[in-house]
């Protein structure tokens, strides 16, 4: 467990000079920490201090059965200190930082007790920091930190959209508050709250009916696009390389229509609620400032249904989400989206049948 991921992890995430101590006895009691492994490595590194977790722990809520059950019981033994004794779970220390400052990662003053949270294995793996104030034992701040050889774009291009929106002062996402784009390291503001439901709720189409602009753009221009992104990919077969072009060459309606800030992984795992009721998403790594109204709706419904294999309706609710487009122009970006989402399913090396037959149907 203790391997080159962990050591990596160390190295650029924790301030210069901290370093994994072969005697956990002899580090601080704040220097002391469980490793809570996941399918393919380490997926949590948090404080054996439960006063520092618990917290962060608590806003965090799988969705498939399994892993909500195996979830709960990892966080109560957690609260109740008994974490230690579940299996796979490692004591780690790790000496040094709370003398150094933290600087790297945007956070002033006295050193942070972190929560790290360790992404999936590959080119864009990163490790997200909850720096927890050590006086007040309140999260004020999340940093992102690159793992993988391409995960810093993908930061940095957050940071971007985050400052963008900022400006907007519309209280739509995280406020930016730090980046250094040489290491490809940037922070946000720590929100607090729970994270939704997975039914598609009233206050969800209210925030997503918020994110129009001023910005027009045509479906078709989108369609181009996604289309010359089809014609750089490589590990596709050739039948559905021609299947996919075949369905983009029908989307050629040319009507502007308003952009909308597309959030592109608007899930309920990256969705928070807070206590007041106000919508907030995290994670906008995958956003387009100005792209397709309703694609982050189709998203949400249809990457729900193609991971739990369960239907789900697509039928528009009433309100202003989809108020003044045609349907031609609705199915087109449903059509759209599901060409969008099978490339990304693609690129990823996975399986993307269930995106082709939903086009199958469409086309």
């Known amino acids: 467990m203790i391997n080159d991921l962990m050591h990596k992890i160390v190295v650029n995430c924790f301030p210069s000079g901290s370093q994994i101590a072969e005697n956990i006895n002899e580090v601080a009691p704040e220097e002391r920490f469980w490793l809570i492994p996941g ?122 959209v985050l400052a963008s929106l900022a400006e907007e002062n519309l209280g739509l996402a995280p406020r930016p508050y730090f980046v250094n784009r040489e290491l490809g390291i940037a922070s946000q503001e720590a929100l607090s709250g729970r994270l939704v439901k997975r039914r598609y709720s009233v206050r969800l189409n209210e925030y997503l009916s918020s994110l129009k602009t001023s910005h027009t753009i045509t479906i078709r221009k989108k369609s181009d696009i996604l289309y010359e992104k089809l014609l750089g990919m490589c590990n596709i077969n050739a039948r559905i390389k021609i299947f996919l072009t ?74 202003d989400l989809a108020k003044d487009l045609p349907k031609q122009i609705i199915e087109e970006i449903r059509k759209y989206t599901l060409v969008a989402m099978a490339l990304d399913t693609i690129s990823s090396g996975k399986d993307a049948t269930y995106f082709l037959e939903k086009l199958g149907r469409a086309a």
């Open 39 to 160: 399918r393919n490595g380490p997926r949590w590194l948090i404080p054996q201090d439960r006063r520092y977790g618990a917290a962060v722990l608590k806003q965090w809520r799988p969705y498939g059965l399994f892993s909500q059950a195996k979830w709960e019981i990892l966080y109560r033994a957690y609260c109740s200190g008994l974490l230690g004794s579940v299996p796979k779970i490692v004591s780690v220390g790790v000496a040094g930082f709370m003398s150094q400052q933290w600087g790297h990662l945007g956070w002033d003053g006295d050193p942070p007790v972190p929560i790290v949270y360790i992404g999936t294995r590959g080119l864009t793996q990163k490790a997200v920091l909850s720096l927890v104030d050590q006086h007040s034992q309140a999260t004020n701040l999340v940093a992102k930190v690159p793992l993988g050889d391409n995960a810093s774009k993908s930061i940095l291009h957050e940071f971007d």
């Open 246 to 319: 075949n369905v983009l060459n029908s989307i050629k309606n040319d009507t502007e229509i308003l952009a909308v800030h597309v959030h592109g992984d608007f899930v309920p795992w990256n969705i928070l609620e807070e206590k007041s009721g106000k919508i907030i998403p995290m994670d906008w790594e995958l956003a387009n400032l100005y792209g397709l109204p309703l694609y982050d709706y189709f998203y949400y419904h249809f990457q729900q249904s193609y991971l739990f294999k369960q239907h789900v309706s697509t039928s528009i609710p009433p309100g």
